[in-house]
């Protein structure tokens, strides 16, 4: 890949592609504009193989060039019950308060930093990210304010011919209105995967399995994973 | 190492450490008042063996916890000069204008990321980083307004509980400056590399060993490291 070469008319975004059903959707509506640079990347997650397959299936219907890329280096052991397989499956309680014990400190940071050294290198102006700031579970580095000091230190940071622009189309969407979105772009949510514990079946029980869950039945669809439970 | 757990009596704080002489004076300033835990990154520089092993001498010489992260995936071949070896050696040439070709896209917010997620963990409330605005070669993420929007994307971005500040102590120095403080400090000058080409003999003729070179010769003190020609 040369330098700023764009072949196609479309112009080149970069998009951070968890596998999950909100990256999905941001590379959905990353696609009506855009060629997609996907980058993924595992740090080992308790569900990384499934994520990591889930994120190569849709970069792959949105004809996308996929990255792979590994970022344990940001999980110590311990530190994050996402990670640690010691510790017990991950529960759902979405009514607590506070940061979730599934955080990954400084998590989007990490994924940002290394979307914007790509973004620069292949010209892309545009850096979508799924982010969800009002029906997500408190991480810190999915709020707004979060995103326009990173915006800043992007301007300040980068070689002044680069422009690049986070974009966080579902920033202020409800799971809800996420799903409807998706179903409206004819993204592949069966494709997705969101269980925080499971590979094969999903738990139904994590606070990602049970967001997902309450989205669906708020738009009145069918979720086309298998479930353990419900 | 678990949560916030400080054995000591001195505070814990990362430093990223090069192997160079900047990171190394830095380190210096920072032990005076701190536990150091120390980051090494790899991203597939020319040098870079080179470079872990001066990390890793003069993080010993600190008594510093040493963790040496890989960070490759930041750089796509051809990027940098600093990293492709299929081009010419690094050139020296101080006087140009605007970003030099050794410029790896956004490597210091990928940096301050990762020690962000870790000083997170360990509790640390400093995170000490030797870059140089004025006597440095253009590069954007060298600049104090970089560090300052970086700093707001930390506050913004962590767990309300984190209070972690950026410490750039290096920043308004010169190599001058930077060499007379090290020496000062009692640094380990003898250990560190920065050469952009070599690894047994520095080059002499580099960026950064014309940099270096021109410091030593500010100070009127000798360079300990061994050259190939001058």
């Known amino acids: 890949m040369s330098g700023n070469s764009v072949s196609s008319e479309r112009p080149p975004a970069v998009v951070l592609l968890s596998g999950g059903l909100d990256s999905c959707v941001t590379a959905a509506v990353a696609a009506r504009d855009n060629d997609l640079f996907c980058l993924h990347a595992d740090y080992g997650q308790r569900t990384q193989s499934r994520e990591t397959r889930a994120a190569g299936e849709v970069a792959r219907f949105y004809g996308a060039i996929l990255r792979n890329i590994d970022l344990s280096h940001i999980v110590v052991p311990g530190s994050s019950n996402l990670t640690d397989r010691s510790t017990p499956p991950v529960a759902g309680d979405l ?95 069966q494709m997705t995967w969101s269980c925080y514990n499971d590979e094969e079946l999903a738990c139904g029980k994590c606070d990602s399995c049970l967001l997902r869950l309450r989205g669906f039945r708020e738009v009145g669809a069918q979720d086309p994973l298998p479930y353990r439970s419900f």
């Open 95 to 189: 009514v607590r308060t506070g940061v979730p014990t599934t955080y990954v400190p400084f998590r989007n940071a990490n994924l940002l930093a290394a979307a914007v050294s790509w973004a620069e290198v292949i010209g892309a102006g545009r850096l979508f990210i799924g982010v969800v700031e009002e029906d997500s579970s408190g991480y810190p580095d999915c709020r707004e304010a979060f995103l326009a000091s990173f915006q800043e230190a992007i301007n300040t940071g980068t070689a002044t011919e680069a422009t690049i622009t986070i974009v966080a189309p579902l920033l202020h969407l409800t799971k809800g209105d996420i799903i409807r979105l998706g179903v409206e772009l004819q993204a592949p949510l």
